[in-house]
Nanobody, 124 residues
């Protein structure tokens, strides 16, 4: 079965950096668009970033543009989220997700597979 396993979360001070990883198995990884979403307590799960199957196209939420970078290594079946200049408002559980078709990359309902999430906490 398909598994997405996130890692790399933790506690960091404002202005610091973290790199999240998401290892995929059970699917033809290079055929899937991958996305990162986040969910803060009491809030909806929001789009953060997405990357197409080849890595040639990337998309970001306005709130993270210029600070976060999504990338992928199809040889390792892994997608990454490099997060720099972190702010307390970035605190959330971060989820990676996979979808076969391109389109509304920001729409969480169109992602078929999800990881269990990794907590990111940014202290002020």
């Amino acid at each position: 079965q398909v598994q997405l396993v996130e890692s790399g979360g933790g506690l960091v001070q404002a202005g610091g950096s973290l790199r999240l990883s998401c290892a995929a198995s059970g699917l033809t990884f290079s055929s899937y668009m991958m996305g990162w979403f986040r969910q803060a307590p009491g809030k909806e799960r929001d789009f953060v970033a997405a990357i197409n199957w080849s890595g040639a196209s990337t998309y970001y939420a306005d709130s993270v543009k210029g600070r976060f970078t999504i990338s992928r290594d199809n040889a390792k079946n892994t997608v990454y989220l490099q997060m720099n200049s972190l702010k307390p408002e970035d605190t959330a559980v971060y989820y990676c997700a996979a979808r076969y078709y391109s389109g509304r990359y920001y729409d969480r309902s169109e992602y078929a597979y999800w990881g269990q999430g990794t907590q990111v906490t940014v202290s002020s």
